[in-house]
């Protein structure tokens, strides 16, 4: 209102000054806070100084290099190599590690409760750190873009490999700093956050490495960008990273949120996007490039498996009944309700999101393998989520008649990924006791990797007893987990029911205002 | 409409009960002392009430929302200041109060202007481009409870505003907590010093080891717990015949010495002890000071939690 009387036609300063006023009501507080305080303090300026004047004594010391060999025709590469390995050092270690202290030290320096306690939602919250140290990437990206512009006017580098390069490290530096920041939000206490950032800091660096790696790569055989394969694995890379980032959002934001709302809908709303992410890149790759290349749909079905496993053993474990607030968010229609019942927390709606997947899966991959006749691939999915099933359910199920504390939770979250480890080794120990060979080998029935390896090929004979023993354990996990199953419909009938109630009492209240007469 | 009602909240921490189904409520423009010792549970309580824990039972309900069906809503209609904060290095004070109005969701003009009335309530004004970290604890004080007021809540939760203040920046903070008290907000004040509140608050309630002990105005929790009034007389006569003339009164007990006179307990009206008085006098006794009734802070909390103090 105040903006528009300002900026009367033609008054282009006003106009302009409107616009950015507004501009700046838009930003993200966060982002404005840190950025003040990034530019006044002394760390960011020194580092960032510190790797320009890196970059250039390398970026010269190369020159020289080639100057004393002779050998001209790889200077540009050389150069590139260079300025581009201290860049990817600092916008794929530094800028994210910033981001994971930056979360780290609301709780240190004891501002977070004055955060949390403003009207900023979580997602501010994690969207401003990652804009922070986004925008100091981009500084970084500016100071080097003088070095990468001599790199191509040096010759010998294919500026479609610069290009690629700096737009895939941009994704994976974003992406970096969102797990950085989720990583961030896992642990408040001194001995977990120092373990915390060991851990980021030893999935960081070599990630750095592997960056010059792969650009490294590009300018030296810039061919590899016309190969259909590359294309093909940068683009389904370049599909998963925002997945990946997205997840990590969704952490991040569930770990910032109130405990009475709802942290759990929208990471299985990304378990499911993982899901069809992959069936699609697998449906897109068989019907195309890998016909009939059965191998290519099992892998990414179960690297799609894999990823969503670790969600599942999280959701599985939830508290069954739902919170407070929840309670009130169960949409009103029945049909609706129910629909949305995989994607509602409680555990044992953790479990309907895992079949839910399963039979997605299925749906998708049984037409490709009916289109190639392959059925080896259907047999594969069937009994990949029916072991994914028994895996998460059965502990979990039997854990939800006892366990009602977190910490009986996380000690819950902790023991599956063990016990599925015990499966698997400890026959094996057997077998080197009693010897027998197979056992030793990893090859026996309560080995699921083995049990499936067989399945693949068809190898029925060998895959028996372990079907037996899955058959039992899916017969297991259905009696165990039958009484919370149940009650978690019942409960988001009830919740729906309630809305509606509550619904219709509202309407009643303001049709009885309204008919009230007018003053 | 009651701006902040406690109902029945209980926290427990491993074993430890840290909050035992404490309920009690504060009106629009009232001031609520909130005492109790250390680890009597106050911060918890306060906690609770600001959104930061969750009760195992009970509720707040804050200005007609509740924190635990609408945490975000009660949080807009809440300021709360906590009993220590961090502040962020390399930050003015007016940036600092700027960083909250953004996310607080206030914009352009309205921005600036809600920053500079909250300065100019606490005085902070001339100080706006003070780094924060230079500040001396009195100066945080202020600009934590400029921060609490930027979005205008109806309520506001101060835990221990006054602790480690000078005399001067108690002096001032409660006037700033009498102010808005008089904009008809709703205060409640947590202190284990009792002086610190005395002055400011119109009602108290009482804490120790997680219970409610007491809860409401100063002068009436004081007659709930001792019937009678508490009376000091010093006169031109020796002790021992004041105190003889005293005990021949009726509804005088419990004469002891305190400075020059005596101190008794007295039961009655104002009538009777304007004849008791005129009695004093006609025996001769000469009193030069008769007074009493004042209701002290510290002693109603000493009788409240005597047992459970050492
Ligand atoms: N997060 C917590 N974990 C375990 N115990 C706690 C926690 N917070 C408070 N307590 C305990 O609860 C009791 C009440 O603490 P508190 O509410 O801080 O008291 P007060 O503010 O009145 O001094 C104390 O005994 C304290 O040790
Ligand atoms: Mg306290």
Redesign the pocket.
């Known amino acids: 209102m105040t903006s528009e009387t300002l900026s009367k036609p033609g008054d282009e300063p006003a106009a302009l000054g409107a616009f950015l006023a507004r501009a700046d009501d838009r930003l993200n507080p966060i982002l404005v806070k840190e950025v003040r305080q990034a530019l006044r303090g002394r760390y960011f300026r020194n580092l960032f100084w510190l790797t320009v004047v890196l970059a250039t004594a390398l970026g010269v010391f190369m020159i020289v290099l080639a100057n004393v060999d002779g050998d001209l025709d790889e200077l540009g590469t050389n150069f590139f190599m260079a300025t581009f390995g201290v860049l990817s050092f600092a916008v794929h270690t530094f800028v994210p590690f910033w981001a994971f202290q930056s979360m780290g030290a609301e709780w240190e320096e004891n501002t977070f409760d004055l955060l949390v306690i403003s009207d900023l939602r979580p997602k501010q919250l994690v969207v401003g750190k990652v804009l922070a140290a986004t925008v100091q990437a981009l500084l970084y990206y500016s100071a080097f873009s003088p070095f990468l512009v001599s790199t191509f006017l040096m010759g010998g580098v294919d500026i479609l490999a610069i290009g690629l390069a700096i737009g895939l490290s941009i994704l994976v530096s974003t992406t970096l700093s969102f797990l950085a920041v989720a990583l961030s939000t896992l642990g408040r206490t001194k001995i977990v956050r120092a373990a915390l950032a060991m851990l980021l800091a030893c999935a960081l660096l070599p990630v750095s490495a592997g960056a010059i790696g792969f650009a490294t790569m590009l300018v030296q055989a810039p061919n590899v960008l016309r190969d259909r394969d590359f294309q093909y694995a940068v683009a389904m890379f370049g599909s998963v990273l925002p997945i990946v980032a997205l997840f990590a959002f969704a952490i991040g934001c569930a770990r910032l949120a109130h405990e009475e709302e709802n942290r759990s809908s929208a990471l299985r709303v990304l378990a499911s996007a993982i899901t069809v992410v992959t069936l699609a890149w697998a449906a897109v790759g068989y019907t195309t490039f890998f016909r009939g290349e059965e191998q290519f749909v099992i892998a990414l079905v179960g690297a799609g498996c894999a990823l969503a496993m670790v969600a599942y053993v999280f959701f599985a474990t939830e508290p069954e009944p739902f919170g407070r607030r929840v309670a009130r968010q169960v949409p009103s229609s029945r049909t609706l309700a129910l629909c949305s019942l995989p994607w509602l927390p409680g555990g044992a709606r953790g479990l309907a999101l895992l079949i839910g997947n399963a039979l997605l899966t299925l749906l998708v991959v049984g037409p490709l393998a009916l289109l190639e006749g392959d059925e080896s691939i259907v047999v594969f999915t069937l009994a990949l989520y029916l072991y994914a099933l028994v895996v998460v359910g059965l502990p979990s199920g039997i854990a939800s008649y006892f366990v009602r504390t977190l910490r009986g939770r996380t000690a819950v979250r902790v023991a599956i990924p063990l016990l599925l480890g015990l499966a698997i080794f400890l026959p094996s120990i057997a077998g080197m006791l009693l010897d027998v060979h197979a056992w030793m080998e990893l090859e026996h029935p309560l080995d699921p990797f083995w049990v499936l390896a067989c399945l693949v090929d068809l190898n029925l004979a060998d895959a028996g007893p372990g079907l037996a023993l899955l058959a039992i354990g899916v017969v297991l996990t259905a009696i165990v987990n039958a009484k919370r199953v149940g009650n978690a419909v019942a409960e988001v009938l009830r919740c729906s029911a309630e809305r509606r109630a509550r619904e219709a009492a509202a309407a009643q209240a303001t049709h009885t205002t309204d008919a009230a007469p007018q003053r | 409409m009651t701006a902040l009602e406690v109902r029945g909240i209980t926290k427990t921490?491993?074993s430890?009960k840290?909050?035992d189904d404490v309920s009690f409520t504060v009106e629009p423009g009232s001031i609520c002392g909130f005492i109790?010792?250390?680890?009597?549970?106050?911060?918890?309580?306060?906690?609770i009430c600001a959104t930061l824990?969750l009760p195992d039972h009970g509720d707040v309900i804050v200005d007609g929302v509740s924190v635990l069906e609408d945490p975000r809503r009660a949080r807009r209609k809440l300021g709360f200041m906590p009993?220590n904060y961090g502040a962020y290095p390399q930050t003015t004070i007016r940036e600092y109060l700027d960083f909250y109005a953004r996310a607080y969701g206030l914009t352009g003009k309205a921005r600036k202007k809600t920053v500079d009335q909250v300065m100019a309530f606490t005085s902070l004004g001339p100080l706006e481009e003070k780094l924060i970290n230079t500040l001396s604890k009195g100066m945080k004080q202020r600009l934590c409870l400029a921060k609490t007021m930027l979005h205008d809540p109806a309520v506001l939760i101060l835990?221990?505003p006054a602790a480690g203040l000078d005399p001067r920046a108690r002096v001032e903070l409660r006037e700033l907590v009498k102010a808005l008290g008089a904009m008809g907000k709703a205060l409640l004040i947590?202190s284990?010093i009792l002086t610190e509140l005395a002055e400011m608050c119109d009602g108290v309630a009482v804490?120790e080891s997680?219970k409610l002990l007491a809860r409401g105005r100063v002068g009436e929790i004081q007659r709930s717990l001792q019937p009678h009034a508490t009376m000091y007389v010093r006169a031109l006569c020796d002790l021992a015949t004041l105190e003889k003339a005293l005990l021949e009164e009726p509804g005088i007990a419990n004469v002891r010495g305190e400075r020059q006179g005596l101190v008794f307990d007295y039961t009655g009206d104002d009538e009777a002890l304007a004849r008791l008085l005129e009695r004093l006098v006609a025996r001769g006794v000469k009193p030069v000071e008769f007074a009493g009734g004042e209701v002290k802070l510290e002693d109603i909390f000493m009788s409240l939690t005597q047992g459970t103090l050492q």
């Open positions: 921490f491993r430890l840290a909050v109790g010792p250390n680890g009597a549970g106050k911060t918890t309580t306060m906690r824990e009993d835990d221990e947590s284990h804490i997680g």
